[in-house]
């Protein structure tokens, strides 16, 4: 530091005694994010899409469980629930890039609507082929892989919007709340969808889903964000544009860190926690309803971490996060040793409280560290490479349990995301990033669309 900058230092006012907001007033300054209007856009499509998210997660696993009974699975085959959720996985391995170019060079909200079209077409033939039942693993399987396609274009998209509408500032109480909207319909459709699932079936809990994604793409009619300007020269081909986002992925030591970290980490918690889950909680637990009650726990776990994101900031967010991470290991392995319903139902809450918790640090970290212009390419490499091993991990799941039984593989999968996120801890950078390092520079702003001024520490639009 110069004298000139250390003479400053010393010469500025003392805050020690000032007395910090109180976490109500801290909560109610959060709120102020939702005067924004297109921001209130943003989250009414988030109540509706990840309401349908919701559902699925129980629908699709017991409709697949439902059309594989048989005297040597009388229960349901959990290889072919690994192999059709591993489908619905797949395609963030091709189009997730895809979706972050797209993301950058055209207008992201755009790029979500497709994404929604996508998911629901999935979602209603899946309901289809089951009510008129046709339904088989093959055909479910294919229609699983549209599911996916939208929320492999949809990621990046949504990501990289946020930042383009609501003040620097705000970013984190943005953040935090569009992560609510998130996570209270996500804990609500759980259970809805446990109780469609056994009241009508998982053919009408599926057709409900394509609706709400449906309608999830009205509001994006109305948001009016524009296309980053380019320069005057012909725009570089997406090789190119994928090269510059790998550049600023693999320039931060702490950002791939984290991303290969949680590629091991997902892959456990699908193949070891959401394949064989729902085979263990329809043998032991009582079934639809008690896997239900599991996963909405894993909802609220969510919600209770937005609530803290919008009141709670830490100096070191990515070695808090990381700590946070341990939690993913405790339901596979409560299950796993055979714990009753309230233990598993615990340790998801927890887990879903610190995953949330580290999602919100790590959407402001990126917000505020990428460049606007790369930010969609950036998210996409982060949905890629946190989701690349989770088909894998869901594919060798379900033979392996059928192999060496499912408490093997509950437990080896725990030890995996422990030993994963131990090694993440190396990284300097994972344990030294504050939260307040100088962010990197955004493009200039193009005017607002509404006829406003465009409010200080907005980034481009």
């Known amino acids: 530091m110069s004298n000139t900058a250390q003479s400053t230092v010393a010469a500025a006012p003392s805050h020690e005694h000032q007395t910090s907001p ?13 005067r924004i209007g297109q921001f209130r856009l943003i989250l009414l499509e988030r109540l509706l899409s990840t309401s349908a998210t919701g559902i699925s997660s129980v629908a699709l696993s017991f409709a697949v469980l439902a059309v594989t009974k048989s005297a040597a699975h009388p229960d349901g085959d959990a290889a ?20 972050g170019v797209l993301a950058d060079r055209f207008r992201p909200q755009r790029v979500m609507m497709a994404a929604n079209f996508s998911a629901a077409a999935g979602e209603g033939l899946a309901g289809l082929l089951v009510l008129t039942h046709c339904a088989h693993t093959w055909n479910l399987l294919l229609a699983a892989m549209l599911m996916g396609t939208g929320g492999a274009l949809f990621y990046p998209a949504s990501n990289s919007l ?16 569009s992560r609510l909207a998130q996570s209270s319909m996500l804990m609500l459709g759980s259970a809805v969808g446990g109780v469609l699932v056994t009241v ?27 296309a980053l300007e380019r320069a005057a020269e012909k725009a570089p081909g997406m090789l190119h544009e994928l090269r510059e986002g790998w550049v600023e992925v693999r320039s931060r030591t702490w950002l791939w860190a984290v991303i290969l970290c949680y ?4 892959a456990g918690w699908f193949g070891g926690f959401m394949v064989i889950g729902p085979e263990v909680a329809k043998a032991h637990l009582g079934g639809a309803a008690a896997w239900a009650a599991i996963i909405s726990c894993d909802g609220l776990g969510v919600l209770l971490g937005g609530v803290a994101g919008l009141v709670y900031q830490v100096k070191r967010p990515m070695f808090a996060g990381t700590i946070l991470t341990f939690s993913f290991a405790l339901p596979p392995i409560v299950m796993g040793l055979g714990g009753p319903v309230w233990a598993i139902a615990a340790s998801t809450t927890l887990a879903g409280f610190s995953g949330e918790y580290f999602m919100i640090l790590w959407m402001v970290a990126l917000n505020r560290h990428i460049p606007q212009d790369k930010l969609a390419r950036v998210y996409s490499y982060d949905a890629l490479g946190s989701l690349s091993a989770s088909p894998l991990g869901s594919l060798v799941a379900g033979p392996t349990a059928n192999a060496v039984g499912t408490r093997a593989v509950q437990i080896g999968a725990g030890a995996l995301m422990i030993g994963a996120t131990a090694l993440t801890f190396m990284s300097r950078q994972v344990r030294t990033l504050r939260a307040d390092d100088a962010p990197a520079a955004v493009p200039a702003r193009q005017p607002g669309s509404l006829g406003e001024e465009p409010a200080p520490g907005f980034a481009a639009v």
């Open 162 to 177: 946020t930042p383009r509408l609501v003040p620097a500032d705000q970013m984190q109480a943005a953040s935090s709340l």
């Open 80 to 99: 072919a629930v690994a192999f059709v959720l591993a489908a619905q996985l797949a395609p963030m391995l091709v189009f997730t890039l895809v979706g």
């Open 200 to 226: 009508f079936g998982p053919g009408w809990a599926m057709g409900l889903d394509a609706v709400l994604l449906l309608l999830g793409t009205l509001p994006m009619l109305r948001i009016t964000v524009t």
């Open 22 to 34: 109180s976490l109500k007033e801290t909560f109610r300054e959060s709120l102020t994010t939702l």
């Open 263 to 266: 590629a091991v980490v997902l």
